[in-house]
């Protein structure tokens, strides 16, 4: 957990079980979003009250890896860190943890494209965008 400077408590839902009892692999990438918008929140990218029409980006790639079962009453955290800043893009490295043990039950990364909704065209990582992740990151 110490490599996360951002982490948000998740909630297992009794909604988010499959079958077998355990979370279902899709609820991973809710767990990851939910984060993702807390932490753009946290470093100032966006406010609670923006539209999500102006946020200015979009999932480009998502890859998970699955490391142990979650079920129903566990007490999760999630972390996201903006990893990597492109031109039009960042690479958020996020993780869905045992809250007690920091043990990993899945991590990913997340590749997403900074983008004009109005215009329907990518754009430039906004200058401002990459002086707070700068701050908050260290990177």
Request: glycine share 8%; charged share 25%.
């Given at each position: ?23 279902n692999n899709a609820k991973y990438l ?30 480009a790639d998502i890859h ?76």
């Open positions: 957990m110490t490599d996360y400077k951002f982490l948000h408590p998740t909630e297992v839902r009794y909604g988010d079980l499959d079958p077998q009892g355990h979370v809710t767990y990851f979003e939910q984060a993702r918008i807390h932490h753009f929140i946290k470093m100032g990218l966006f406010s609670k009250d923006q539209s999500f029409m102006e946020i200015g980006v979009i999932v998970i890896k699955y490391r142990a079962p979650a079920h129903y009453g566990d007490n999760l955290i999630t972390g996201a860190k903006i990893s990597r800043i492109g031109n039009k893009s960042l690479i958020v490295t996020q993780s869905v943890m045992d809250a007690a043990t920091g043990k990993a039950m899945a991590d990913g990364e997340v590749i997403l494209v900074t983008f004009d909704y109005k215009s329907k065209k990518t754009i430039p990582v906004p200058e401002d965008w990459k002086r707070k992740i700068a701050e908050f990151e260290g990177i």
